[in-house]
């Protein structure tokens, strides 16, 4: 006969492998199924922002789709008009094309130099074989009809995502009824409603905090880009700011591009120096003083997760997943807040257990700002 810690074991572990299963079963779903959930994910989070514009025009007397439709139209003026400011710098650095590719050419001789010298090969290397190579590997890849593929693909997945934000402000109020019969007791439907209205808080609060984020940096980068004398300031300031929706490493991939950029196009070293100077003094802002406080304190989620949720989102979403994974993991940390089966799960991922009692999140500003008033209350 089996004592009743036997039995108590045996459903832990059983416990344990439901889990395990549910989880593997979840990722497999979400990988098999990125053509549509991707864009439904985007399209939520994008609903979450309009829907206090929306909510806004229905109370002054706008029809439920007419103010759909209005913020909608309203949304895709605002990003043409962005686009329309950056479209002149993007065709003057398109332009200017050939003479990157003649340094990037110049640049691989010089390798190939270096190599032929300080190797000891069978048979030196030639710049125009590794050029021929190189093209090889685009046309054996097809690489342009990729390009365009991909291009027609992108398009198709942004008017989906349209499509799904406008269906989910047009049915919003249904589809939260229809989840709330989903609780078997009132109590429970309290939560499930509650739960969805902070999640939709969570999502837009940490989308606008992003876009307030592309602003300042965009602002702090053009302004230093302007005092160094790189060409195209405007656009380059952009770009970093606008990699920053990846969180970590997005910044870092943005000034890599215009590092590059600086090194192919100026002889000096004086001006790729700055240009990462720059970067690394954003980088440092931003990690530790404007991302903590615009964006970090409305999502609660532990760095260590959030690293794990980028990495597991990047590999079955791509790069949409590096964008999507860490606010989808927010709002799942809210559902697991509101019942109490999940309660660990949203104490395993968050900051609440990470940090004692009394205790707040720091910073390296902070760490400063707090050693110079030790320092000056000793003297």
């Known amino acids: 006969m089996e004592t009743p ?3 108590s074991d045996l459903t832990f572990y059983a416990s344990i492998a439901l889990k395990m299963i549910i989880f593997i079963a979840g990722i497999t779903i ?3 199924g990125k053509p549509v959930i991707v864009p439904l994910a985007a ?11 929306v909510n806004f025009l229905e109370k002054k007397s706008f029809p439920k789709f007419l103010a759909i439709l209005v913020t909608i139209l309203t949304l895709i003026s605002i990003v043409g008009t962005v686009i329309f400011l950056y479209s002149n710098q993007i065709i003057k650095i398109i332009d200017q094309f050939g003479s990157f590719q003649n340094q990037l050419i110049e ?9 032929n010298k300080n190797l000891d090969l069978k048979e030196n290397l030639k710049t125009p074989e590794v050029m021929n ?19 027609f693909k992108s398009l198709g997945n942004i008017l989906l995502f349209l499509v799904f934000t406008i269906l989910f402000l047009n049915y919003r109020k249904g589809l939260l009824k229809a989840i709330k019969k989903f609780g078997k007791d009132k109590e429970t439907r309290n939560n499930i409603e509650d739960a969805v209205i902070e999640a939709s808080k969570v999502g837009r609060n940490y989308v606008l905090g992003y876009l307030l984020l592309i602003i ?24 970093p700011a606008l990699f920053c929706i990846i969180p970590y490493i997005g910044s870092l991939m943005g000034a890599s591009l215009v590092l590059l950029f600086t090194i192919f196009n100026y002889d000096s070293l004086v001006y790729p120096v700055s240009v990462a100077g720059l970067f690394w003094l954003s980088q440092l802002l931003e990690s530790n003083v404007l991302n903590p406080k615009i964006v970090g304190e409305n999502l609660k989620l532990s760095v260590l997760f959030v690293i794990i949720t980028l990495m597991i989102g990047q590999l079955i979403w791509g790069i949409a997943g590096l964008i999507l994974s860490v606010p989808m993991m927010a709002i799942f940390k809210v559902f697991c807040n509101y019942f109490e089966p999940l309660k660990p799960v949203s104490l395993l991922i968050g900051t609440e257990v990470h940090t004692a009692p009394g205790e707040k999140n720091t910073n390296l500003f902070s760490v400063i700002r707090r050693f110079f008033s030790k320092w000056k209350k000793k003297n």
């Open 5 to 7: 810690d036997r039995n």
């Open 30 to 32: 979400l990988w098999i």
């Open 43 to 53: 399209g939520l989070l994008l609903s979450f922002i309009l829907l206090p514009v």
């Open 107 to 115: 640049t691989v001789n010089s390798i190939v130099e270096g190599i």
């Open 133 to 151: 190579k190189a093209k090889e590997v685009v046309e054996n890849n097809k690489f342009l009809p990729q390009v365009i593929s991909s291009v």
């Open 216 to 239: 300042i940096l965009t602002i702090i980068n053009t302004t230093g880009l302007l005092i160094i004398g790189i060409e195209y300031p405007l656009f380059f300031g952009f770009l």
